[in-house]
């Protein structure tokens, strides 16, 4: 998050982790269903 936002806000920071971390839960849930 730190190498695509140059701000180190905890706010900005979130905004670009939070698709991240949806993304790896569709990944563990779709593993689990296939």
């Known amino acids: 998050a730190a190498v695509i ?3 180190t806000d905890p706010v ?3 905004l ?3 698709p ?3 993304l790896y ?3 563990i849930l779709l ?3 296939a």
Do not use: Y
Request: net charge neutral; proline share 6%.
């Open 16 to 18: 670009v982790m939070v």
């Open 5 to 7: 936002t140059p701000t």
């Open 20 to 22: 991240f971390l949806l």
């Open 31 to 33: 593993a689990r269903l």
């Open 12 to 14: 900005n920071m979130l």
């Open 25 to 27: 839960e569709v990944g």
